[in-house]
């Protein structure tokens, strides 16, 4: 009997399977005949204008459209069982340099900046969700609390202070948010990561901070110089330096911190983590593996290279598929000796004092990328992403300015990426299997806790597509929400649902997004995307 049962139900399946099929043949039977029929007007339109004025400007003018006819026509389809986990809450959250955060926040520990806070919870709607922030990169190694009867290292440029704790309690209590620290490993010294360490316990608060990370990209302490002085580079460790060193000092570290959860090693590259394995086992406390991402190396100045800042390369497969596809195994690695992994520092261009590339960084182009590479890194499994943000940087999120009438922001376009992920893909939902076609447009979707199927469209190609998109049939209604601007070069302009932040915003908030209906055919919808744009259609 039972085997009778699933056997008529694979036979309802495949017929589904069958008859979606076929409405998809149907649609595209119908997009060709509509081509063929406009491409013969257009042609009859064509050669009476030749025969009437064969060497006017205007009769070739008329003709011009004739040799680019409508939009590519491509085909997708979702299938309606979710794959992977659910996407944990904090999963998306921002890095900020120790010495650059009040510009953020502002001076005043009593009143951190409104608009700032609000642009933070836009990223984790819904409530009690808290937003993931990593305090450290480069300033985490030449960071330290002025500790008595220990004099400042060298390679010391910030001393942190009572005001700056408040700041950031005060922060972390408005938005909510948990807190990544970062404590010097750089000066050599336990005594000062200690004392770093034991400030921040006292005087942000043991319910927010969450994990303290022991240094910031050693794997390149012996590469890039810690401080220069009288114009001779002092590196941080020699350039031997490697895994099972710092190994060594972690072990020696965290004996003298409180009895917190470590993450680490924040690394600028790949080659150290094929000893993740070996890293856990030596330390239980590291309980989240830390990396360093960005796509293309600022400072490159060869446009042949793949990875010189322009936004073809920003746009490229390479910058967002191989970004992820080059840490899946260690993502796996991970997970199987039981930690997290975390890209706590991800942006769009830098290398070594180079902070992204204006023209790039700063263009609609980013929003792209950004929504794009944060899908990738959630189907691999990554537990958390942190956008780096420092002021004046090419890709700086956000430009704060403050007045007399209070805050003001300019909102930078990648942040848009940012804020259409975090609501095509909620806390909860789980990413749903997608055939889609090869090439510049990415289609992704996820299966939300609220049941609702939400389908992300990004055409990162100059030229405009008809995709054509197959969804289980269902009867419930369809709306798109679209990411826009003016071009991919566009440095601003945007907007997510019709609203923007404009030039300026002193509130941080977005209207209610104006979505589109969608008509369907049987669970078929025809979605025409413009150049450089994305969509995301809700079910």
Request: charge should be neutral; hydrophobic fraction near 45%.
């Amino acid at each position: 009997m039972l085997g009778s049962l699933a056997g008529q139900a694979d036979a309802r399946v495949t017929s589904l399977k069958v008859w979606q099929d076929e409405i998809v043949r149907w649609r595209r039977a119908q997009t060709r005949i509509i081509a063929a029929l406009t491409f013969c007007l257009l042609g009859a339109g064509i050669w009476h204008a030749a025969v009437t004025d064969s060497d006017s400007d205007s009769a070739r003018a008329a003709a011009a459209p004739s040799t680019d006819p409508d939009p590519s026509n491509l085909y997708a389809s979702v299938d309606s069982g979710p794959t992977g986990p659910a996407r944990p809450a904090g999963f998306l959250g921002l890095s900020f340099e120790y010495s650059a955060l009040e510009a953020y926040t502002g001076a005043d520990p009593t009143a951190p900046d409104p608009v700032f806070v609000q642009l933070l919870r836009n990223l984790a709607p819904g409530p009690g969700q808290p937003v993931i922030l990593r305090i450290g990169g480069n300033s985490t190694d030449t960071t330290w609390w002025p500790v008595k009867g220990i004099s400042r290292p060298r390679g010391v440029r910030y001393a942190l202070t009572p005001t700056w704790l408040a700041s950031v309690r005060a922060l972390s209590t408005a938005v909510p948010a948990r807190l990544i620290m970062g404590v010097n490993l750089a000066a050599g010294r336990p005594r000062v990561a200690a004392a770093e360490a034991d400030a921040f316990l006292s005087g942000i608060g043991p319910s927010y901070v969450t994990a303290y990370e022991v240094g910031n990209e050693p794997d390149v302490y012996g590469v890039f110089p810690w401080y220069t002085s009288h114009r001779i580079h002092v590196f941080a460790r020699s350039p031997g330096y490697n895994l099972p060193a710092f190994i060594g000092e972690l072990t020696r570290w965290q004996a003298t911190l409180p009895d917190l959860p470590l993450a680490g090693p924040a690394l600028a590259e790949l080659p150290w983590l094929s000893g993740i394995p070996t890293l856990l086992a030596a330390d239980p406390r590291l309980r989240v593996v830390t990396i360093h991402r960005y796509a293309l190396q600022g400072c490159l100045n060869n446009p042949g290279s793949p990875s010189y800042p322009s936004i073809a390369n920003l746009l490229s497969d390479r910058s967002s598929t191989g970004l992820t596809d080059a840490i899946a195994p260690f993502v796996a690695a991970a997970h199987a000796a039981g930690a997290q992994f975390r890209v706590d520092e991800l942006n769009s261009a830098a290398l070594a004092g180079c902070l992204g590339r204006a023209g790039v960084s700063n263009t609609f182009a980013s929003a792209l990328w950004m929504l794009d590479t944060l899908f990738n890194l959630a189907s691999i499994g990554v537990d958390g992403v942190n956008v780096h943000s420092l002021p004046g940087a090419g890709y700086e999120l956000f430009t704060f300015r403050q007045s007399a009438t209070g805050w003001q922001a300019f909102v930078h376009p990648d942040y848009y990426g940012m804020l259409m992920f975090a609501q095509a893909f909620p806390a909860g939902a789980r990413l749903l299997p997608v055939r889609e076609p090869a090439g510049p447009v990415k289609v992704w979707a996820t299966l939300g806790p609220d049941g609702h199927t939400r389908v992300t469209l990004i055409n990162k190609d100059s030229r405009p597509h008809r995709i054509e998109l197959q969804l289980p049939p269902s009867s419930a209604a369809a709306k798109l929400v679209w990411l826009r601007a003016p071009s991919a070069d566009a440095t601003g302009g945007v907007t997510l649902g019709g609203q923007s932040f404009g030039a300026e915003t002193s509130t941080g908030a977005l209207g209610a997004p104006q979505a589109q209906p969608v008509d369907q055919l049987f669970g078929s919808y025809a979605i025409e995307l413009p150049p450089a744009s994305a969509a995301v259609l809700t079910r």
